[in-house]
T-cell receptor, first 111, second 114 residues
Framework: NAGVTQTPKFQVLKTGQSMTLQCAQDMNHEYMSWYRQDPGMGLRLIHYSVGAGITDQGEVPNGYNVSRSTTEDFPLRLLSAAPSQTSVYFC??????????FGPGTRLTVT | DAKTTQPPSMDCAEGRAANLPCNHSTISGNEYVYWYRQIHSQGPQYIIHGLKNNETNEMASLIITEDRKSSTLILPHATLRDTAVYYCIVRVGLSNFGNEKLTFGTGTRLTIIP
């Protein structure tokens, strides 16, 4: 199993541009989440999904959209990038019991 | 979810046991204690979890006090690769809709010294 994969690893955007961060998992997990991590801070939940077709907001959802059309994929869309969205983004998946599996992260810089 | 309090940083000599404390005085009866760690800039890695009994796996041991208001993660023989930020999290274990999220604080930065 590849586990949780994220693409791209690095991205630089200009203010106002849009893009999609990709996340995929091959463990047939129902639950998937997106977090962001800013320097010196813990992870903050952006959006999460408890199954295909079901998503909900986390702590910091503004400026981001998600959809979950398949069990495997959970893309995160930045609608109009802002410098405040410069961060490291982590995707995670789980069976919904205890252990969450995290991807390697996408490092996004918005200029 | 209950809040947790951890020391911001700790040092431990290589080969010794690293004991990382966590206070969670407002924990509810159905909330588990979870430990994750984050090595450098990688994604967090699950270590262990427990409800009220002490737990051990191949990575670590988790000691939970009888009143469940605090716990200690023990890395029995710390190596340089254990240098990381360690997060203590409490939450309900079984996921219901809206209950899946983990709330990460700022954790404890553990440095293993050669």
């Amino acid at each position: 199993n590849a586990g949780v994969t994220q693409t791209p690893k690095f991205q630089v955007l200009k203010t106002g541009q849009s893009m999609t961060l990709q996340c995929a998992q091959d463990m047939n997990h129902e639950y998937m989440s997106w977090y962001r991590q800013d320097p010196g801070m813990g992870l903050r939940l952006i959006h999460y999904s408890v199954g295909a077709g079901i998503t909900d907001q986390g702590e910091v959802p503004n400026g981001y959209n998600v959809s979950r059309s398949t069990t495997e994929d959970f893309p995160l869309r930045l609608l109009s990038a802002a410098p405040s969205q410069t961060s490291v983004y982590f995707c995670a998946s789980s069976t919904g019991r205890h252990e969450q599996y995290f991807g390697p992260g996408t490092r996004l810089t918005v200029t | 979810d209950a809040k947790t309090t951890q020391p911001p940083s700790m040092d431990c000599a290589e080969g010794r046991a690293a004991n990382l404390p966590c206070n969670h005085s407002t924990i509810s009866g159905n909330e588990y204690v979870y430990w994750y760690r984050q090595i450098h800039s990688q994604g967090p890695q699950y270590i262990i979890h427990g409800l009220k009994n002490n737990e051990t796996n191949e990575m670590a041991s988790l000691i939970i006090t009888e009143d469940r208001k605090s716990s200690t993660l023990i890395l029995p023989h710390a190596t340089l690769r254990d240098t990381a930020v360690y997060y203590c999290i409490v939450r309900v274990g079984l996921s219901n809709f809206g209950n899946e999220k983990l709330t990460f604080g700022t954790g404890t930065r553990l440095t293993i010294i050669p």
